[in-house]
């Protein structure tokens, strides 16, 4: 890991940048006899420009602002840049910037500090009154002129080249972004390709033929004397998500694809929620807009993305538009743009998201807000102990899943660093039906997002209601164990409803439904349950009823023999009892209690190693035993519990409830520990954000989604 990182922030330093320029080669004549920079220069030598020639100015355009590591403080050590904190002598081959101040910098790294209109020394504050310019085009490698450039895959570099400049006024500062006027309304959304309704028509053969949902049922165990009852007789629900209608193209694909190549997914309106705030400075921020690129450059023409960025308030700095070649250069330039400072106001954030939602006009079929935060927010909370419980009170309605207005906004928060408010985002992403994921490390913001939009970008079902109701007459349902998918029951405990929502293509849900079996002299054979389905299919708009084409039954033999207890019930009971271990420690871990904390932990994995799972070697055990243990370790103490305990164990129990993957600590890699709930477009996205980070693949296992039943397993 700390190779890698040393990596990233070499390259991350040489000039970084998500646009990149015109094809240029970097070995021809023109730039073999181009001027080359001294090594160093005092204030008097350089012209506002930054030219010591003393030409005038040379105009920035909005593809030479880059990404660049920017770090502020009050002190630098003598011989280092304050920028990219790396040594700094003359003779390197790096231009050296003196200010007026007296503070110096590598000229390239200061430049990419003005781009953004900061004109304050980054050590000392003052302000300057001379700023230094630099071509768009080439900087300084080695006494000559380079092309900005980082090692990166092929396929991201083909893409943006070809992305149009000449759709944006190229005498517009980058900057300017943040100065265009916010209309009252929201309701300037770019309209959705009517060609997208026609081909979905044309498409309708082939959409017809893909899998649908399925449903498979597993009793505790296959049968029970007619002379005994069994009290909670726990049965299993197992849901599947249908695979997508197609691959998801790559970003190569993506730059030349219509909306006819995007039928085989359901296309997304999705707002990012960002905080610039000032502890978001430097690396954060510029691996941010990184990670930002990935996921810009990895939605469709018929993708929809706007952006709002919050510090001590919140403005929305990129209309709801389509990710079209020219929507896709405008959103790096808005993504760009970012700068960081003042405080954290997330609810303001998310009031400015919701309100995109609110006021758009057009509509795509799924709907979701990415909302990422390092820090606690400064201005709407004022009670930290109650920050968990009321925080919610003050969102938009429109984001909570039980609003009752008919619009549910799924929040997927981001907690970055070991300064934000878990417990506030936890409860955010908890009441919208979203998911929580913790950041630990600055370098795993980008794989995160993969993984969160390679679920966005592949829902198959929606509005997914599951019914459950009870055969026999003499039965009654006991408990229906569903995380946080809500479930009621009638008053007469026959029948029961889940809504479990959006499932992403080849999704896996497994509900715990009990019953009293009673005593039946009558029957050899017993009718428990019987489960149905109804969910709309987002390309169709057309509901979807599915049942199961047998009941759940049981026998009823005069003497039942040695009984096996099914081994999908097993695992589900103890995944739920992992969860309620987790929970339980964490209200223990809140109170300052943490060796009850550790010690429930402890007995939980115990407990698991015993069971018939762990013993046949299941894969879902071996997963929540390291997860158990992983917590303790971050229960050591009240500072590491604070700094990332809390997190670690809200990620987990997010996970845990909604049956999603989420990212947690420093890792989205294949441990099975991560695996649990990914699916295959996950994996595939991962992958893709893994390989891009250095231009060529890295050497890594090959990721693989866990799956719920292992081959072999499965009941019939």
Same mark, same amino acid.
């Given at each position: ?171 517009? %500062? ?19 390709? %009517? ?66 190549? %995007? ?452 009941? %019939?």
């Amino acid at each position: 890991m700390g190779s890698k990182w040393r990596k990233l922030k070499v390259a991350l330093g040489l000039n970084m940048c998500v646009h990149v320029p015109r094809d240029i080669d970097d070995s021809s004549p023109s730039l073999n006899s181009a001027a080359r920079f001294i090594n160093s220069r005092s204030p008097s030598d350089a012209s506002p420009s930054g030219d010591s020639s003393g030409h005038g100015p040379t105009t920035l355009t909005p593809s030479s602002s880059g990404l660049r590591l920017t770090k502020s403080g009050s002190k630098s050590p003598k011989g280092t840049c304050a920028i990219c904190l790396t040594t700094m002598k003359a003779g390197q081959g790096h231009a050296i910037f003196t200010a007026e101040c007296s503070h110096s910098f590598h000229f390239h790294c200061i430049t990419s500090n003005v781009k953004h209109g900061n004109q304050v020394c980054p050590v000392c504050r003052a302000k300057w009154k001379e700023v230094p310019f630099e071509s768009p085009v080439c900087n300084v490698s080695h006494g000559m002129p380079r092309i900005n450039q980082m090692p990166r895959d092929n396929s991201w570099t083909t893409i943006l080249r070809r992305l149009p400049s000449q759709a944006v006024d190229s005498n517009r %500062q980058v900057t300017s972004l943040y100065n265009i006027t916010e209309p009252a309304i929201f309701d300037d959304d770019e309209n959705l390709d %009517q060609q997208t309704s026609i081909t979905h028509n044309e498409n309708e053969a082939d959409h017809s033929s893909l899998d649908s949902m399925e449903i498979r049922t597993y009793p505790e165990v296959s049968a029970v004397p007619k002379l005994a009852s069994h009290d909670e007789f726990a049965v299993l629900i197992h849901l599947k998500a249908p695979h997508s209608g197609g691959k998801q193209s790559s970003v190569s694909d993506n730059a030349e694809s219509s909306p006819s190549a %995007q039928t085989s997914r359901a296309s997304i309106d999705l707002v990012t929620v960002l905080d610039v705030s000032g502890s978001m400075a430097g690396t954060k921020l510029a691996l941010l807009k990184r990670a930002m690129g990935f996921v810009i450059q990895n939605l469709g023409p018929s993708d929809r993305l706007s952006i709002i960025a919050f510090s001590s308030t919140a403005r929305r700095i990129f209309p709801l538009h389509r990710m079209t070649e020219t929507g896709r250069l405008q959103a790096l330039q808005a993504v760009n743009s970012l700068i960081s400072s003042g405080g954290t106001n997330i609810a303001e954030g998310l009031r400015k998201g919701a309100k995109v939602f609110i006021d758009r006009q057009w509509k795509n079929p799924v709907c979701s807000i990415i909302l990422l935060s390092d820090g606690q927010d400064t201005y709407t909370i004022s009670s930290r102990p109650n920050a968990g419980t009321t925080y919610p009170s003050l969102l938009p309605r429109s984001i909570s899943r039980n609003n009752g207005v008919g619009l549910q906004i799924p929040v997927h928060a981001f907690g970055f660093g070991a300064d934000h408010d878990a417990t506030s985002m936890h409860s955010i992403s908890e009441m919208s039906g979203g998911t929580f994921s913790f950041i630990e490390a600055e370098d795993v913001i980008q794989d995160a997002f993969a993984q969160c939009i390679g679920g966005l970008l592949s829902v198959v079902v929606q509005e997914l209601q599951v019914k459950v109701e009870c055969v026999h007459p003499a039965l009654k349902l006991g408990s229906v164990k569903a995380g946080s998918y809500r479930a009621s029951t009638m008053a007469d405990a026959r029948m029961a409803t889940i809504n479990v929502g959006d499932l992403y293509a080849e999704e896996e849900r497994d509900f715990l439904v009990t019953v009293n079996v009673p005593i039946d002299k009558s029957c050899d054979e017993m009718s428990l349950l019987i489960v149905r389905s109804l969910y709309r299919d987002p390309l169709t708009k057309e509901m979807v009823a599915l049942e199961e084409t047998s009941k759940v039954k049981i026998q009823r033999p005069e003497v039942a023999g040695e009984l096996v207890v099914s081994l999908e019930v097993d695992r589900q009971r103890n995944r739920l009892r992992a969860a309620e271990a987790m929970a339980e420690a964490r209200v223990a871990a809140e109170r300052g209690d943490l060796p009850t904390a550790v010690f429930i932990l402890e007995s939980c994995h115990k407990a698991l190693s015993e069971t018939v799972s762990a013993q046949a070697g299941d894969r879902l055990i071996v997963a929540l035993s390291a997860e158990l243990k992983e917590m303790q370790e971050r229960m050591a103490d009240q500072r590491v519990y604070e700094q990332s305990g809390r997190a670690y164990v809200l990620s987990g129990l997010s996970s845990h409830s909604s049956q999603r993957a989420t990212t947690r600590g420093d890792s989205t890699d294949s441990t099975s520990l991560v695996q649990t709930y990914q699916t295959p477009s996950m994996v595939d996205m991962v992958t893709r954000s893994q390989t891009m980070i250095f231009g060529t693949p890295q050497p890594r296992r090959v990721l693989r989604p866990a799956k719920s039943f292992p081959q072999g397993q499965r009941g %019939q």
